[in-house]
């Protein structure tokens, strides 16, 4: 079981925007500003969205976006593209013995 | 070109061992903490285990605690995993990742393609 928790899929139509959600504890996600977003596309290695939970790094397109609150964080994509469809997972740092923890993974599908 | 590349994936058998390397090029690689990242055949992404910039704080998962071991070499730019008493459920592509800080915080910027260990008899 994946410590953070995140939908196993969302949808949306092109130029639509949708939100993922990433749940966590105290000890990771609503502790601390490091929580980052990666994109997979089937076959490829990811690619990190944002980091410091809203920062993206350059050559990534400003429709990304990500935010905190509490224990929650989430990435919102807008005007969605068909090269969007991809898998998306969050990360974040823990305080725990385990340094970093991921969450299950949301595939995005554009319709 | 900022590149990583990952090696010594293979086919192994439950119990035996194997060491990964990670060969680092186009940035100062001892300015940044490094981690092993894997992904199970059709499954979400697991964080391995994490070294900083000075090898003074490693973190594992508790999946393999016990039984990998990170370590670096900067004078090499190379990042390592050893990796004893494999199991089945040990099978994935392993990541190699950079993070963007000194000390681990997730953020992963740059990754390699990956090497693939399968653990089976």
């Known amino acids: 079981q994946s ?12 130029g639509q925007s949708i939100t993922i959600s990433c749940t966590g504890t105290s000890s990771d996600v609503g502790g ?21 939970v809203s920062n993206r790094p350059s050559g990534v397109s400003n429709r990304f976006s990500g935010s905190k609150s509490g224990n929650t964080a ?22 725990s013995s385990t340094a970093v923890v991921f969450g299950g993974g949301t595939k995005l599908t554009v319709l | 070109e900022v590149q990583l590349v990952e090696s010594g994936g293979g086919l192994v058998q439950p119990g035996r061992s194997l060491r990964l390397s990670c060969a680092a090029s186009g940035f100062t690689f001892d300015d940044y903490a490094m981690h092993w990242v894997r992904q199970a055949p059709g499954k979400g992404l697991e964080w391995v285990s994490g070294i900083s910039w000075n090898s003074g704080s490693i973190g594992y998962a508790d999946s393999v605690k016990g039984r990998f071991t990170i370590s670096r070499d900067n004078a090499k730019n190379s990042l390592y995993l050893q990796m004893n008493s ?11 990742a950079k993070d963007k800080l000194e000390l681990p915080t997730g953020a992963f910027d740059i990754w390699g393609q990956g090497t693939m260990v399968t653990v089976s008899s």
């Open chain 2, 86 to 96: 494999l199991r089945a459920e040990d099978t994935a592509l392993y990541y190699c």
């Open chain 1, 32 to 52: 601390y500003n490091y929580v980052s977003w990666y994109q997979q596309h089937p076959g490829k290695a990811p690619k990190l969205m944002i980091y410091d």
């Open chain 1, 3 to 14: 410590a953070l928790t995140q939908p196993a899929s969302v949808s949306g139509s092109p």
């Open chain 1, 74 to 95: 989430s990435l919102t994509i807008s005007g969605l593209q068909a090269e969007d469809e991809a898998d998306y997972y969050c990360s974040s740092y823990t305080s």
